[in-house]
């Protein structure tokens, strides 16, 4: 009983290490990652010489990316890129084929932070 106080008392206490930090012009770096889902589908070639279906059954995938941008504090500007990778299992009746699926995506992106004190607060 003695612990499951002590691990209450220090999850409630978590919140109050999490403080603000002052606005500051800079460049700032940032990194991202998890998992990667894609939809199972069915395909009908137009191609009277493959099947007449093929299914196409992604496992779950990776994702990993980066971000660099530049704080005006109000506005920020960053770019960043992502990539994904996802191993598919296409049925094509008859054969076992394995194939793995890429992309990569780069953004650009524009921001405003709306600062708590400001006049308009979303």
């Known amino acids: ?3 499951a106080f002590i691990a209450a008392a220090a999850l ?3 919140p109050v290490m999490a403080q603000a ?3 500051s012009p800079g460049v700032y770096i940032g990194a991202e990652g998890g ?4 939809l199972n589908f069915n395909a009908s070639p137009n191609n009277p010489t493959l ?3 093929v299914s196409v059954n992604p ?3 990776w994702m990993a990316g980066g971000v660099i941008g530049y704080d005006f504090v109000g506005p920020r500007v960053e770019l960043e890129g992502i990539y994904r990778n996802n191993t598919t299992n296409v049925g094509i009746p008859g054969t076992a084929l394995n194939n793995q699926v ?3 995506g780069i953004m650009a992106n524009l921001y405003y932070d709306f600062m708590p004190a400001s006049v308009i607060t979303p």
């Open 21 to 23: 930090q002052s606005p």
């Open 102 to 104: 890429g992309q990569l």
């Open 12 to 14: 409630v206490a978590l």
């Open 35 to 38: 998992l990667n889902w894609l």
């Open 1 to 3: 009983m003695k612990k």
């Open 59 to 61: 496992n779950t995938g």
């Open 51 to 53: 099947p007449p279906v």
